[in-house]
């Protein structure tokens, strides 16, 4: 036995890893016990994903995003709140500007969930969305009604 077997480093089998991977750039193996860890989206999942995506910033983050400053430089400008004495309304509005755009994001979230859940049956994504409304969403019992 000599001490050059010790010190020599293992090859990580990276056979679960996608084919475009190599060996030499196989990332430390980390106890990740997450089920969608090496999940690759199907086109259709990727689609409604991107669709969600725009559909989201320019129906409700831009707009959100634009009232919430402009309704904020104008509080500033009339001084319903008071200026900065060094960068005047802009941190104010760009703050504004932030706080809009992450309700916007958030507020389309039910619209993107339903987009989700009507993928294809063949859609591991969709299966797991529909999973996860039936949970939270039991339907009624039309004896209870």
């Not at 706080?99 to 989700?116: D, F, N, P, Q, T």
């Amino acid at each position: 036995m000599s001490g050059s077997n010790k010190n020599e480093k293992k090859e990580e089998d990276c056979s679960c890893y996608a084919e475009s991977r190599t060996k030499k750039t196989c990332p430390p193996v980390r106890n990740v016990t997450h089920p969608l860890r090496y999940y690759e989206f199907s086109p259709d999942e990727l689609k409604a994903l991107e669709e969600c995506d725009k559909e989201s910033f320019y129906q409700r983050c831009l707009p959100f995003s634009t009232l919430f400053a402009t309704v904020t430089y104008a509080a500033v400008k009339y001084e319903f709140l008071s200026r900065n004495p060094h960068f005047g309304a802009v941190p104010k509005v760009l703050v504004a500007a932030f706080v809009g755009h992450i309700y916007g994001r958030l507020s389309y979230m039910s619209k993107c969930e339903a987009k989700l859940r009507n993928l294809p049956t063949n859609s591991h994504l969709g299966n797991v969305m529909r999973k996860y409304h039936l949970e939270n969403n039991p339907p009624l019992d039309p004896k209870k009604r």
